[in-house]
Structure formats: structure tokens, C-alpha cells
């Protein structure tokens, strides 16, 4: 996932041609499409936007069958009217774009960390009955038995480990067995790698300091990423609104 995807609220394969069909819909509006009908030339419309005439027809009739405008062809050039469907695409760009200004705290952060075999504490804690249905609940999988540990060593990345833990957070509660106290574990979504969806979790119990990232996945990370010891594994990290 990516910031467009967040924005536009579509799949990263059409994301670059959202945000094409939003760009034109945005010129359209500066041009006076907006609530009102505006007489558009393509040839116009082509040198505001610096594509071939040629490229901006083949925009308008994408939108057209969109339904995000309404377009009369007429010889001094395109009556167009930005419709409901278009009208309803700005407001949320808006209120997408007002949320991420105005937020406290960016919607996501890449972190790049080198892959170590850790001390084999994540599978026991993982396979607790109780923290396991909170994972399936909460972040939508049952994470494999283990943890991809990375390191962190660029003062970036460790520093911005540490911002992390001031950002809202999927809680698992902790729970009481009858040998020990089991405490409160945070999840960030993640996606490894730009293949794997994730979580970057964090205990209040934990051998690692704010160096370490602890990652779970529905796979075995080492085996479907084919990584080693020293490999280096870039996760990007979704922070909750």
C-alpha cells in the first residue's frame, strides 16, 4: 500500500491512472467545469496540462465513460460539466488531503533493517491461544509461529522507531494463565518487502531495545522472501487514524 492508495482509496495497479483521470478532473475544475458548464478546447486543455492533444481526448473520453463529466462536442471545442460521480471524487480527494495536512503524525514510514535470528521468544509467545485470536480479530490473519527480526543501524531509522511508539496502535490486550502475566503487545500494519502484508509488533516485555523490529506475517517471511542472515528488508509502516 501505498500514499496514493491512500488518497484515491484504489488498488496500486490503477493507481497511476487514478491519479492521471484526478489531475484532469482537477484542471477541469480550474477551468470552470465545476457546477457549471465550461467550453474546453482539447488543443487548450492539452497545453495546460503539457500532454499531445491527442492524449488529453483519450483523458476526456475515459472520464466521460467514468461518468465523472458530461461532454457536448461542438466545432469551437467540448462543452464539459463536471458530474455527481466527479463532484463526489474532489471531495474526497479533499477531505483525504485535509486529514493528512492537518494530522499529527504521518500515514506511514519505511524502516530498512538487517535480517538476525533472535532468541526464538516470538513463537512462544505467538502461539497463546489468546493473543492468537486477537491477531486474527484485529489484523485480519493468524501469524505464522515466529518473528522476522531486523536490526536497525542508521540513526534515521532508529529514531523514527521510537516516534512510532507515540502513534495509536492495534492493542492486543494481555491475559493472566495460571504460571505468569501476560502483557499488552502493539501492531502496526506493515507491509514487507512491497510484497507481504504484516504487522510490526511491540511487547512492554522485550529483550530487544528500539533497535530490533519484530515482524509478524500469515507466512514464514524467511522462506516466501528467500532471506538470509545480513539481507536487507525494507517495511513500511501504516500508522492508525
Not at 76 to 100: R, V
Not at 134 to 151: D, I, M, R, S
Request: glycine share 8%.
Amino acid at each position: 500500500m501505498h500514499l496514493l492508495s491512500i488518497l484515491l482509496g484504489n488498488q496500486a495497479l490503477t493507481e497511476k491512472q487514478e491519479w492521471q483521470h484526478l489531475y484532469m478532473l482537477l484542471k477541469l475544475a480550474e477551468m470552470g467545469a465545476y457546477r457549471r458548464v465550461a467550453k474546453i478546447s482539447t488543443e487548450f486543455l492539452a497545453g495546460k496540462l503539457g500532454i499531445s492533444q491527442q492524449t488529453a481526448s483519450r483523458y476526456l473520453i475515459e472520464l466521460e465513460r467514468k461518468g465523472w463529466i458530461k461532454r457536448t462536442i461542438t466545432p469551437e471545442g467540448s462543452l464539459i460539466k463536471i458530474e455527481e460521480a466527479g463532484t463526489k471524487e474532489l471531495q474526497k480527494l479533499y477531505s483525504n488531503l485535509k486529514f493528512l495536512v492537518e494530522k499529527s503524525y504521518p500515514p506511514s514510514v519505511t524502516l530498512e533493517g538487517t535480517v538476525f535470528t533472535g532468541l526464538g521468544e516470538g513463537a512462544y509467545y505467538i502461539a497463546k491461544e489468546p493473543y492468537r485470536k486477537q491477531f486474527a480479530e484485529k489484523l485480519g490473519f493468524e501469524p505464522y509461529l515466529g518473528t522476522l527480526n531486523l536490526k536497525l543501524s542508521s540513526d534515521y531509522d532508529i529514531k523514527t522507531r521510537m516516534e512510532i511508539e507515540a502513534y495509536p496502535a492495534i492493542e492486543i490486550t494481555g491475559f493472566k494463565n495460571e504460571d505468569r502475566t501476560f502483557g499488552l503487545v502493539k501492531c502496526y500494519p506493515a507491509v514487507i518487502d512491497n510484497k507481504v502484508k504484516g504487522a510490526l509488533i511491540t511487547a512492554l516485555r522485550s529483550h530487544y531495545d528500539v533497535s530490533v523490529l519484530e515482524i509478524i506475517a500469515p507466512v514464514c517471511l524467511r522462506k516466501h522472501l528467500n532471506l538470509k542472515d545480513g539481507n536487507t528488508v525494507k517495511v513500511e509502516i501504516y500508522i492508525m487514524p
